[in-house]
């Protein structure tokens, strides 16, 4: 299983500040920046645009689109798509119009494209037709758009029928979980057949964010 970083930040300094330790952590190749824009959840984030100053190094990027349209931010990303190390565009389907366009736009600059569900969003929610052309889809394991939550633990039912689904249809997608997740939750996300997952409040509220990265690394490749 692998495991992402989360940065949830409106400051572009403290962003810079998260990727810095990131650097700096021999098994982090990816972090997960949340953007938000107001009109999805409430809080507003660093945007696209401003993260092409910012120095990666040698990490990679998942851009989570907590947003309305994710595909305007796909359009956004793609002017300045030499700036920023992409990996995969994640964008919400609960305001999403066209989830097909919103998968073409973004394999077309060859980044992977993924798909995220909400606490309450079934994965019914995900058109039949985008499934082939998934590389990933987030489960929310809480109410999108606030860190700090509690896992809620129904989440794991929706985990099981995506794994079964991925299975049954002989698909090769990676299942992230994000949202509440702590170290003690990492076997039991692992028994159900997890991938991936996301920490952003267990590693920046600890007293020592590289060690608590340490500690989920060791566990997640377990």
Partial sequence: MQFYPGILSDSVSVVADRLAVLKEQAGV???????MDGWLVDDITVAPLDLVELDFGDLRCDLHLMVDEPIDFVLEAQAI??????????GQVEHMSFQKSFIEEVKVHNWQAGLSLNLHTPVSAIDDEVWPHLSLVQIMGVE????????????????????????????????CVDGGVKLDLLPQLQEHGVSSVVATSAVWQSPDPAVAIEEFIKISEG
Avoid: Y
Avoid at 29 to 35: K, S, Y
Avoid at 81 to 90: A, S
Avoid at 148 to 171: C, M, S, W, Y
């Fill in 29 to 35: 190749t990816v972090a997960h920046i949340d953007i």
């Fill in 81 to 90: 798509k030499e700036f920023l190390p992409i990996r995969t565009m994640i």
């Fill in 144 to 175: 999108m758009g606030k860190s700090g939550q509690v896992f809620q633990p129904a989440v794991l039912d929706k985990i099981n029928e995506l794994r079964l689904k991925a299975e049954t249809q002989h698909l090769s997608l990676e299942i």
